[in-house]
């Protein structure tokens, strides 16, 4: 994962052998597990959404080329902000938004 990404993702924690960066409002998380003896098992694994019904789920086995998956947690840990409608924002984080014209 590029140092920049690395550096919006701080770690949140880690559990054995399993590393875990979580989005400061909690809608998402990466996770990481560092050994892994079946090639085909998920090593990378990422969820969006309300924690306990997560929206959208990824996961990347070691097969994947590590360039693939550190293009796709940049892209969880760019700064641009996203345009979307008002009933695709969790409610409990509109409070903390402020509205921008298209």
Do not use: C
Request: glycine share 6%; hydrophobic share 40%.
């Amino acid at each position: 994962m590029p140092a920049a990404a690395h550096r919006r993702l701080a770690p949140h924690g880690q559990d054995g052998r399993v590393q875990y960066f979580r989005s400061p409002d909690g809608y998402g998380e990466l996770q990481h597990a560092y050994v892994r003896k079946n090639v085909a098992a998920s090593v990378w694994s990422a969820w969006g959404g309300p924690p306990d019904y997560p929206l959208r789920k990824a996961t990347f086995s070691s097969a994947v080329p590590a360039s693939l998956v550190a293009a796709f947690a940049s892209s969880l840990a760019s700064p641009v902000p996203l345009a979307r409608a008002v009933w695709n924002i969790p409610a409990d984080t509109r409070l903390h938004l402020t509205p921008q014209p298209l």
